[in-house]
Structure formats: structure tokens, C-alpha cells
């Protein structure tokens, strides 16, 4: 199928172009149920015209059934200066929980798909030194090259840059590091990964940070100007306690709340129809409330959402059509809008 997908791309010429779409198609994935293509956006266009993703989408159909998927990324175009402080990366969003167990990794990495898919170049950094779970979300367990410099060049799938301390031990194999060590490997993987290798620097990088107030966390607020910080909890009081201590922590350290993600908010029984809100309900609504933050989405429990990051197919890219995904382009589309409104003001 994927040949096929090539070749119905071959000679497509874009509309209003001279360009062939088969010379900018930068990555390919046919499974059993959809189509992702990622292209990359030539360096004298700001903006990929509607017109080229209905002309790709009709030549693929010829030769494909399945729905399609299409993502544009923006190259050097648009050399913007990082604010970040960290090379080749212009924001920086740390997703935090202060808990583990409320599936802030899962979150994480399905929203920077979703923010992937509004034409940004996103990266997403497991910072997650004992239990790292991007490479089993991925599928990715390969260790990363490293130039000659002793830089790490991050993994690249699902059109997004990746890197994890998982990538670099063992699948099985278990951390026992003290606090030096562990601030040691977080700062190596700040400042010691070529993000933006290929030429092409991060509009945003998510940071999926480890449960707990510590020294990771700590680490990463002082190496790196962080935009802002997205907390994931459930609406049960123990999972609150802690996503409490981890609002605090940020505000302590002067980053910016960008919002509240309430995982696991009910479960819709396929059987009887009904929401069975099993964590309690509204617990996220009414602490964004008490905080004065906004609750920037609420995603339910899902078989299918638990079973794509257990086997590495993540759900965004599975299920784009599913109510789901459309929760998580909602909150991508509220932090695109904060962030630019703070690159306006800063």
C-alpha cells in the first residue's frame, strides 16, 4: 500500500506550484484503518494551502479507501529566535501531575500529536528517569545516535522528535540513580540533544515529567525558560493532593499554569448507555475553579485509548475521528492560542 501511496504522488504536481508532492512527503504510515502522511512545508511558503492537502487527498484516494491523515511542518523558513534556552527549540511545555498513575504520559504524548497537527514541529522529551514510557507508547527502544561531539540526535516517528532515558538502557532494566545522577541525566538531555539536527528547530517541546516535586523537576524549571505547564490529575481528592503540590512547585519557581487535563473524567458503558463517573465527578472542574486556572479538557476512561498505548500505535493518530482526538485538537488549539499570545507580549 505504501508504494502505491507513492506512486499515485509521483507526478501531483501542488496547485499553484511547481512543486511535486512526492519530493516534500517526509513521512509515511499505512496501517489497517487509516493513512498519515507528514510533508514538509518548502522554505519560501509561511503556510500550506488548502488546496495542496484536497489535491494530495484525492490522489491518494484513488488507490486507498482508508481515511487520510495530512500534516504540513514548517523547515527554516522561519528562523524564529529561541526563547526557550534550550538549541533548536522555541517553547517549552511541561505536562505534570505530581502522581503517578494518572496516565500523564499517555496525555502527553497524544497531545503533541494533536498540536502536530495544527502545522507545528513538536518534539516530546521523556524526562522520567525510573519509569520511562515513551518507548513502549512509541514502539521506539532502539538506542540514539550520538556525533562524534557527544550530542544525542533525538528519534524521529510519528513525525515528531523523540527522546527518553528508555531509549538508552535496557527494556527491562531498572534505574537505581540518587539524586546527583538523576539531575545529571535530565540537564544531558536538555542541553545535550541536536533538536533541531536535520535543520529544522521545535516549535514546542512537551516535557513529560516524572511524578513527584524533585530534583528532575526542579533541574528542568532552572535549565530551561519553560512556557508553561499543563496539569494532568483525576478528579479523585488523592490524585488532587498531589496535583496541588505541583502547581504549587511551578508557582513557586515563577512558570505560568497553562490549564488542568482531567484523565479518566467517566466511563460511557457501551451496554447500557450511561456514564459511570468512577474517579467522582467535576473533582478537575471545580479545583480549576479554586485555582483560578482554566480546565483545558476532560478525556474518559477508553479501552481503546489504554490498548493503543500499551501496543505503540498512539490514539490520536488511530482514532483521529474518535471524540477523543477532538478533545485533544481542542486543547492544543487553547495553547497554541496562550503561547502566542505570550510570544506577542514578550
Not at 38 to 54: G, I, N, Q, R
Not at 156 to 171: A, E, I, Q, W
Not at 302 to 326: T, V
Amino acid at each position: 500500500m505504501e508504494s502505491a501511496i507513492r506512486q499515485s504522488l509521483h507526478d501531483l504536481v501542488l496547485p499553484g506550484t511547481t512543486l511535486l508532492a512526492l519530493n516534500l512527503l517526509e513521512y509515511i504510515q499505512v496501517d489497517d484503518t487509516k493513512i498519515f502522511l507528514v510533508f514538509k512545508l518548502p522554505d519560501d511558503f509561511a503556510t500550506a494551502d488548502k488546496s495542496w492537502e484536497k489535491a494530495i487527498q484525492n490522489a491518494c484516494e484513488q488507490v486507498c479507501a482508508l481515511p487520510i491523515m495530512i500534516t504540513f511542518h514548517r523547515h527554516k523558513a522561519e528562523q524564529k529566535k529561541s526563547i526557550s534556552g534550550i538549541t533548536g527549540v522555541h517553547h517549552v511545555i511541561a505536562v505534570a501531575s505530581g502522581k503517578g498513575g494518572v496516565g500523564k504520559s499517555s496525555i502527553c504524548l497524544n497531545l503533541a500529536l494533536a498540536m502536530q497537527s495544527l502545522g507545528l514541529n513538536v518534539g516530546v522529551l521523556d524526562a522520567d528517569i525510573y519509569g520511562p514510557s515513551l518507548p513502549t507508547m512509541t514502539g521506539v527502544f532502539e538506542k540514539p545516535e550520538a556525533t562524534p561531539q557527544k550530542k544525542l540526535i533525538p528519534h524521529h516517528k510519528f513525525g515528531l522528535k523523540l527522546m527518553s532515558m528508555g531509549f538508552m538502557v535496557p527494556k527491562d532494566a531498572a534505574i537505581i540513580w540518587r539524586g546527583l545522577m538523576v539531575q545529571s541525566a535530565v540537564t544531558q538531555m536538555l542541553g545535550d540533544v541536536l533538536w533541531d539536527h536535520d535543520g529544522t528547530e521545535l516549535d514546542i517541546l512537551f516535557i513529560d515529567l516524572p511524578p513527584g516535586t524533585g530534583d528532575a523537576q526542579l533541574t528542568i524549571a532552572q535549565k530551561s525558560n519553560l512556557s508553561g505547564a499543563v496539569i494532568t490529575t483525576t478528579a479523585q481528592e488523592l490524585a488532587l493532593i498531589d496535583a496541588r503540590r505541583a502547581i504549587k512547585m511551578f508557582e513557586k519557581v515563577n512558570i505560568p499554569i497553562l490549564g488542568i487535563i482531567e484523565n479518566m473524567s467517566h466511563f460511557h458503558c457501551p451496554g447500557c448507555g450511561l456514564d459511570s463517573h468512577i474517579f467522582t465527578k467535576d473533582g478537575a472542574h471545580d479545583e480549576s475553579l479554586r485555582q483560578k486556572l482554566p480546565l483545558l479538557g476532560e478525556i474518559p476512561i477508553d479501552i481503546a485509548f489504554r490498548e493503543s498505548a500499551d501496543k505503540g500505535e498512539p490514539f490520536f493518530l488511530k482514532y483521529p475521528s474518535h471524540p477523543i482526538s477532538d478533545v485533544f485538537i481542542n486543547i492544543a488549539q487553547q495553547l497554541q492560542s496562550k503561547i502566542s499570545k505570550e510570544a506577542m507580549h514578550g
